[in-house]
Antibody, heavy 125, light 108 residues
Framework: EVQLVESGGDLVKPGGSLRLSCAAS????????MNWVRQAPGKGLEWVSS????????SYADSLRGRFTISRDNAKNSLYLQMNSLRAEDTAVYYC??????????????????WGRGTLVTVSS | EIVMTQSPDTLSVSLGERATLSCRAS??????LAWFQQKPGQAPRLLIY???TRATGVPARFSGSGSGTEFTLTISSLQSEDFAVYYC??????????FGQGTKVEIK
């Protein structure tokens, strides 16, 4: 069974830093592109960042403006998100999500098929 | 960036009734459209991908249709466990992967 367990969420002051972790099990972590997706209180889902299986390609939402860094350790089956210069608008539940490839009648797509339960980050003075 | 817009924001439905949720993309996403269900305090759950293919374990009362810019999620007969928020998401043009704002299905 695929399991993704996030940790590291906390209350932090504006301008502070935090490092989130996601522990993966039940699948070959080193073979998958992994992502962070966040959800502000009472709001919708927002993709944050993505990292390919060998960390060769990394992407971020434009809104982050270089404040966040995604990384992974395949030997430890873990995904990370280093968050710096935190702002009140970064307050959200942060989910770890796996991208799985699906072939539908010869058309290939990458889909968020498994999610963790999330970890809450609160940025407030 | 492709903007996804869902309607309505809230849908009030009685048990056993049909629910129809809509999703529109700001440009064509072909059939690269997924639907997710999210219950309070839980992670999103993949329901539909490829606009119309049910994910493993998803009941047959859930069906998806559409292509290009207009998509529909239909729940044929609402069960108590179906009351939740539903999100559409495109995976045709990324990054970024983008989600709709969600439709809340509530008990009438």
């Amino acid at each position: 069974e695929v399991q993704l367990v996030e940790s590291g969420g906390d209350l932090v002051k504006p301008g502070g830093s935090l490092r989130l972790s996601c522990a993966a099990s039940g699948f070959d972590f080193s073979g998958y592109t992994m992502n962070w997706v966040r959800q502000a209180p009472g709001k919708g889902l927002e993709w944050v960042s993505s990292i390919t299986s060998r960390s060769t390609s990394i992407s971020y939402a434009d809104s982050l403006r270089g404040r966040f860094t995604i990384s992974r350790d395949n030997a430890k089956n873990s995904l990370y998100l280093q968050m710096n210069s935190l702002r009140a608008e970064d307050t959200a539940v942060y989910y770890c999500a796996r991208l799985e490839g699906f072939d539908i009648s010869g058309h290939y797509g990458l889909i968020f098929d498994s999610w963790g339960r999330g970890t809450l980050v609160t940025v407030s003075s | 960036e492709i903007v996804m817009t869902q309607s309505p924001d809230t849908l009030s439905v009685s048990l056993g009734e049909r629910a129809t949720l809509s999703c529109r993309a700001s440009q064509s996403v072909s059939s690269d459209l997924a639907w997710f269900q999210q219950k309070p305090g839980q992670a999103p759950r993949l329901l539909i991908y490829g606009a119309s293919t049910r994910a493993t374990g998803v009941p047959a009362r859930f069906s998806g249709s559409g292509s290009g810019t207009e998509f529909t999620l239909t729940i044929s007969s609402l069960q108590s466990e179906d009351f939740a928020v539903y999100y559409c998401q495109q995976y045709n043009n990324w990054p970024p992967w983008t989600f709709g704002q969600g439709t809340k299905v509530e008990i009438k």
